[in-house]
């Protein structure tokens, strides 16, 4: 069965350092999106990619945050300079018809010391 | 601003014990509320879509009903295995496609 993959699952990272977290969604979708859960929270809409570009951003989305589809295949969203409120589980998640029934991803933990 | 309120939190049931757990949604013209179920560790995991007040949804032991104010997730004679935390998210009509907002979630906890 097709999957979202993603990698690192567990990073940490100093405060104001880069990240960049990588996701390969299922290999026919057209639509891509990130999600963030910090630990005990509701699961937050970050961002939505379509035909190479970015089709909406949440407000958590600032200019720290940014994706890019670099190939054909991966996603990818970096964090510039991590603050200790980015630490959180980020879901990667895609969809072929921009439905919401999505398919996640099993996260990459993000730890900020 | 839309507005997602699950309840109750946590739910503990024995197996075989059969129970509801509900969504309150407030949203400017629904385009579809989700339910989700997510494991420990895991991403959610698609369980189904409703569009209209009125529709239900079935799958096993489960069943998602909606209102114009709400969703029951029914779960009929649970098992262990259905044991999760189960997620109730809305779609609006003024955003992209795939943009959710998500409910707190149902800790659900089946004892055999």
């Known amino acids: 069965e097709p999957e979202v993959t993603q990698t690192p699952s567990h990073q940490v990272t100093q405060m104001g350092q880069e990240v960049i977290l990588r996701c390969v969604p299922i290999?026919?979708?057209?639509?891509f999106y990130w999600y963030r859960q910090i630990l005990g929270q509701k699961v937050e809409f970050l961002v939505s990619?379509?035909?190479?570009?970015?089709?909406?951003k949440s407000e958590i989305f600032d200019d720290q945050f940014s994706v890019e589809r670099p190939d054909g295949s991966n996603f990818t969203l970096k964090i510039r300079s991590t603050k200790l409120e980015d630490s959180a589980m980020y879901f990667c998640?895609?969809?072929?018809?921009?439905?919401?029934?999505?398919?996640f991803g099993e996260g990459s933990r993000l730890t900020v010391l | 601003e839309d507005q997602v309120t699950q309840s109750p939190e946590a739910l503990r049931l024995q197996e075989g014990e059969s129970s509801s757990l509900n969504c309150s949604y407030t949203?400017?013209?629904?385009?579809?509320l989700f339910w989700y179920r997510q494991d420990p560790g895991k991403g959610p995991e698609f369980l189904f879509t409703?569009?209209?007040a009125g529709e239900e949804k079935e799958k096993e032991r489960l069943k998602a009903t909606l209102t114009k104010k709400e969703s029951f997730l029914h779960i009929t004679a649970p098992k262990p295995e259905d044991s999760a935390t189960y997620l109730c998210?809305?779609?609006?009509?003024?955003?992209?496609?795939?943009?959710?907002?998500f409910g707190q979630g149902t800790i659900l906890t089946v004892h055999p």
């Open positions: 998210a809305v779609r609006d009509g003024g955003t992209s496609y795939g943009k959710l907002t």
């Open positions: 290999s026919n979708h057209l639509y």
């Open positions: 949203v400017s013209g629904l385009r579809g």
């Open positions: 990619f379509y035909n190479n570009e970015i089709s909406e």
């Open positions: 998640a895609s969809t072929s018809d921009g439905t919401g029934e999505l398919f």
């Open positions: 409703l569009y209209s």
